[in-house]
């Protein structure tokens, strides 16, 4: 194997930058969600189905790190999960790969969370009306910022052979080539 390309994601306020694109792009997303309801359905938003918001709000971080863990399930032996702490206060799930995984599966397990939440939701609104719900509006651009780190990652393997094979660095990951 030979390294194709190596991506540094750990360097300097790397993080805290990706951290502050993602509130924008919530906050982005929360502006458009709320215009776009009000074009369809005018009139005001009933604030109901507070139980449904905070219980989403205390899963929807660990449901989507669950989900890119079950897309990589097949390589469990090699998937390490830990805690890392950010700002001093705020624990992060961290998974990290220990053995190298093909590049489709990284991406899939990338790309996993938003579309099969995404899909949760619109099920969830087709079912319950809680799409008249601000709340429900919050819930859906707070899940969109949190998947911008998964879009970054898969913008930067994206233009890579489809036979390389992924493998963790301690400052990023890199991408291999089989010779």
């Not at 982005?28 to 449904?52: E, K, Q, W």
């Not at 669950?66 to 990589?72: G, I, K, N, P, Y």
């Not at 099969?116 to 079912?127: D, K, P, Q, R, S």
């Not at 910022?145 to 393997?157: D, K, L, R």
């Amino acid at each position: 194997m030979r390294c194709f390309k190596s991506v540094n994601t750990e360097r300097r306020d790397e993080y805290n930058r990706v951290i502050l694109k993602s509130v924008l792009i919530w906050f982005s997303a929360l502006c458009i969600l709320f215009l776009v309801h009000n074009f369809i359905v005018p009139g005001d938003f009933i604030p109901t189905y507070n139980l449904i918001f905070i219980l989403g709000l205390v899963i929807i971080y660990p449901m989507h790190k669950a989900l890119h863990v079950l897309a990589l399930f097949r390589y469990r032996a090699g998937l390490k999960i830990g805690f890392k702490r950010h700002f001093y206060i705020l624990p992060c799930l961290q998974v990290r790969l220990k053995q190298m995984v093909p590049i489709k599966r990284y991406v899939f397990s990338l790309l996993l969370p938003f579309f099969l939440i995404l899909v949760g939701f619109i099920i969830l609104a087709m079912f319950i009306p809680i799409w008249t719900s601000p709340f429900f509006l919050i819930l859906l651009s707070v899940h969109i910022g949190m998947s911008y780190p998964s879009f970054i990652q898969v913008n930067h393997v994206r233009k890579c052979p489809k036979n390389c094979y992924v493998e963790d660095a301690k400052s990023g990951f890199s991408i291999l080539i089989a010779e």
